[in-house]
């Protein structure tokens, strides 16, 4: 099992709110990914990192921001939740041979 | 434009039956193909990654196979146990950029019954 962690696994929130989602990885990976799925659907890249202080938008416009001060480190914020923001979001991170992902095991987030 | 297409959209099997995933994927410039298995409300896990040189690959009782030319792939579960039953997604990378970008199906929800 891949040694990268996400919290909190599950959230349910009102409209307005400020959240976090946590990232973490222990595998020294310098590239580090969001993705965003919806139940039956793809996933979708909303972030992506190189490496400390690289931040870069995905494929899906996304109205939340990430930082990446430390390697291991790569939090996910929405400043104001709203119902549409409902979804599973997915950190991952990549190295060695094939530049292989390894996901954590997601935050399913609710806004009501 | 960059898609992967996978079929069938969900299936249901018996325990101990073998099935087989059919993924069609459009991606250029090509590089590599993975499988990936994803639990209800989890993460994926990587199951089998596989060049544009490679025509095959297995994992257990997973086998995947690549054909480069028609853009196709497979993945064949072989005695199938009830901890199979999950979501099988195709995915396609490319090698047009540092970040290898991947391109998801929607996967095949497969069920197996006992």
């Known amino acids: 099992e891949a040694d990268i962690y996400q919290t909190p696994r599950y959230l349910v929130i009102g409209t307005g709110k400020k959240i976090t989602l946590e990232c973490s990885q222990t595998?020294?990976?310098?590239?580090m990914y969001w993705y965003q799925q919806d139940p039956g659907m793809e996933l979708h890249l909303i972030h992506y990192?190189?490496?400390?202080?690289?931040?870069e938008k995905g494929d899906l416009s996304s109205e939340s921001t990430v930082s990446r001060i430390r390697t291991e480190h790569f939090p996910l914020t929405l400043e104001s939740a709203r119902p549409s923001h409902t979804s599973q979001y997915l950190c991952?991170?990549?190295?060695?041979?094939?530049?292989?992902?390894?996901f954590g095991p997601g935050t399913r987030l609710t806004v009501l | 434009k960059n898609q992967v297409e996978q079929s069938p959209q969900s299936l249901i099997i018996l325990e101990g039956k073998n099935c087989t995933l059919q993924?069609?994927?459009?991606?250029?410039?090509?590089?590599?193909l993975r499988w990936y298995k994803q639990d209800t409300g989890r993460g994926p896990v990587s199951l089998t990654i596989?060049?544009?040189?490679?025509n095959t690959k297995s994992n257990g009782r997973y086998t995947a196979t690549l054909d480069a030319d028609t853009k196709q792939s497979s993945l064949h579960i072989t005695a199938s146990q009830l901890s199979d039953s999950a979501s099988y997604i195709c995915?396609?990378?490319?090698?047009?950029?540092?970040?290898?970008?991947?391109?998801f199906g929607r996967g095949t929800q497969l069920t197996v019954w006992p």
């Open positions: 993924c069609n994927y459009t991606v250029s410039p090509f590089s590599n």
């Open positions: 990192s190189y490496g400390v202080n690289s931040t």
């Open positions: 991952a991170s990549s190295g060695g041979n094939y530049n292989e992902q390894f």
């Open positions: 995915v396609a990378s490319d090698r047009g950029s540092t970040l290898g970008r991947l391109y």
């Open positions: 596989m060049t544009f040189s490679e």
């Open positions: 595998m020294g990976h310098d590239k």
